[in-house]
């Protein structure tokens, strides 16, 4: 296997496990606001402020993995 065929399989590697990360992280968020909502509707307002700024801060760290892979991709030191 060639180096160019590892950087891209470390690519894949890094967004695919980026987004699984990212995807149960929101979702185990999401069923928690939920939770938390039934129990005490009358926070709900600050609870989703909390909820929309960590649902932003998880996507970031996957679309900071995703720059990083793009630049193994298109900037690649052992091409």
């Known amino acids: 296997m060639t180096n160019v065929a590892m950087v891209a399989l470390a690519c894949g590697f890094i967004i695919g496990l980026g ?3 990212a995807c149960i992280g929101i979702a185990l968020m999401g069923g928690k606001f939920f939770e ?5 509707p009358e926070l709900m307002g600050t609870m989703q402020t909390n909820m929309f700024l960590l649902a932003g801060l998880i996507d970031a760290a996957f679309l900071i993995g995703v720059g990083v892979a793009m630049m193994f991709a298109f900037v690649n030191p052992f091409h």
């Open 19 to 21: 987004a699984i990360g």
């Open 36 to 40: 938390a909502s039934a129990r005490q």
